[in-house]
């Protein structure tokens, strides 16, 4: 099992900043590729950014590329995500999450299937004002 808890959530004026950070426990941090998702309301969960284990490979969806940066600290058993540039339809919730520590690496091909995660935190809300 591993437990995920996301901090960091707020309310932005359009081009203003916020970072996310994820806690995780019950299994070797360093063991664990680490994502986030998120969800706007009528919408359906997407894939944005997952970093793996030892922070070599980072992955970003299209519409957040150079203005989100993922990163994590081994030593705290945290993952950020700092958002720049923030834009109305970055609202969301946004989800912590683990892929399953058995499955296949992440890839640039497999890293938005949502199949491949297993462990999720209870999100925290992000709302970008224009």
């Known amino acids: 099992q591993v437990q995920l808890d996301e901090f960091g959530g707020g309310t932005v004026q359009a081009g203003g900043s916020l970072r996310l950070s994820c806690a995780a426990s019950g299994r070797p941090f360093t063991t664990l590729s680490m994502g986030w998702w998120r969800q706007a309301p009528g919408k359906e969960r997407e894939f944005v950014s997952a970093i793996s284990w030892n922070g070599a490979d980072t992955f970003y969806t299209d519409s957040v590329k150079g203005r989100f940066t993922i990163s994590r600290d081994n030593g705290k058993n945290n993952v950020y995500l700092q958002m720049n540039s923030l834009k109305p339809e970055d609202t969301a919730i946004y989800f912590c999450?683990?892929?399953?520590?058995?499955?296949?690496?992440?890839?640039?091909?497999?890293?938005?299937?949502?199949?491949?995660?297993?462990?999720w935190g209870q999100g925290t809300q992000v709302t970008v004002s224009s």
């Open positions: 999450t683990v892929p399953s520590p058995y499955g296949p690496a992440l890839t640039s091909t497999n890293v938005a299937s949502l199949a491949l995660y297993d462990y």
